[in-house]
């Protein structure tokens, strides 16, 4: 069965840091590209970051550049999602997807998705 499963999730104070991970199974992740995505409460879903398979290449929404980092071990198969100095606007829940075009650009959809972690930021 091919699934993505992510982990990491929780409540932290604002100001806190979180990792996030995404394992696949029944694929190897070597060959795709993967995104974080998340979903606030009564809003759309938008994308926070992606990394491209070779790990070369990252991209940042713009709201968390400088304080989230994605990198990948394809050796564990898994994408990570380090969050520092979190905020309560980063409060949702956290998708990972992945494609196998392998770099980051737009793209209509997004071959596999996880179930989502729940990600809140409160004092």
């Not at 993967?34 to 990252?58: D, M, Y």
């Not at 898994?78 to 409060?91: G, I």
């Not at 992945?98 to 972690?117: E, N, P």
Request: charged residues 20%; contains cysteine; proline residues 2%.
């Amino acid at each position: 069965q091919l699934q993505l499963v992510e982990s990491g999730g929780g409540l932290v104070q604002p100001g806190g840091s979180l990792r996030l991970s995404c394992a696949a199974s029944g694929f190897t992740l070597d060959y795709y590209a993967i995104g974080w995505f998340r979903q606030a409460p009564g809003k759309e879903r938008e994308g926070v970051s992606c990394i491209a398979n070779s790990g070369g290449s990252t991209k940042y929404a713009d709201s968390v550049k400088g304080r989230f980092t994605i990198s990948r071990d394809n050796a564990k198969n898994t994408v990570y999602l380090q969050m520092n100095n979190l905020k309560p606007e980063d409060t949702g829940v956290y998708y990972c997807a992945a494609d196998h075009i392998r770099i980051c650009v737009s793209r209509r959809s997004w071959d596999y998705w996880g179930q989502g972690t729940q990600v809140t930021v409160s004092s």
